[in-house]
């Protein structure tokens, strides 16, 4: 029972963070597309300045309950994905560092480098965490001893590309509408143009994601064996169509929780057709690693249970207080706040 728990536990703040930090991630990637001049620019950063470093918390705390509560699978995953692992914190270090080293300096130059780096950094994070859940959801050719056998390219697969492609074009909707929802004027109707325009694509890569999950993993058999279990998937369908119709009357709040809804249950697709699976190996069922063969003492998961229930709690109302505090729309008060 300790293993479900930790392993849907698992799944959730994965999805949490995906959830959270999609948007911006979808912003730093729209950035050159939709600001035409530096006060557009300000606009975009400052809408997503009070939220994003909170948002990396939920990252932290996905990779430490790994840790923590299946280090084997901790180990293994970090040693096996070790290039991806690295590009990608170092795509968040480089969005990071943007954020917040782009205001410092008052010369175009400078900040039209910080501009790119706040690009490369958020297309290359969105990226690369679909590559490596996708990859997952496939099956990692580890062997018994959990040793690699591959390189970064083979993580370049098809299907890993796939998600890749996936799960940019969610975080991508995704700031879209928080774009509409922080800023008014052009950078509104922008806002609300993009996510009407990149709904189809979004739509169209979930279903060849969905197809191709069919024959490239065994994801589909926990749902076959039961088929309540199908109301995941079905939560994710639900949430595109909602975005699409919040986003055609203007309902942009209610937009942002409809692609939210859409991103987790993307995610808790893959996690719950994985069980008891945490990494497989496409080399042998028998070398995959699992919530059971890979968990740490029972002693230490009730340990763990019971401080997670105790502060995880307090980080959500945090960050509901911060959303809430924050709602309003950009304002010139706010970006002067930023720049100093």
Known sequence: MLETTWFLLWGVLWAAYFMLDGFDLGLGTLLPFVAKNEEEKRKIYTSIGPFWDGNEVWLITAGGVT???????????????????????????LRGISIEFRGQVENPRWKSFWDGGMFVGSVLAAL????TFGNIFQGVPIDGDGIFHGTLFTLL??????????????????????????TDGALHRRGTALARALWPVVVGLAVLFLAASAFATDLYANYLATPILFAVPLLCVAGLLLTRFFVAGGRMWNAWFASSLAIVGATMFGVVGLYPNLLPSSLDPAYSLTAFNSMSSPLTLKIMLGVTLAFVPVVIAYQAWVYRFFRHKVTREDMAYEEG
């Open 67 to 93: 840790f923590a509560a299946f280090p084997k699978t901790y180990a293994v995953m970090f040693s096996s994905l070790y290039s991806a692992m690295m590009l990608l914190l170092f795509s968040l270090i």
């Open 128 to 131: 690369l965490l679909g590559i």
């Open 157 to 182: 697969n098809p299907y890993g590309l796939l998600g890749g492609l996936l799960f940019l074009a969610l975080f991508l909707v995704h700031g879209a509408v928080w774009l509409a929802i922080k």
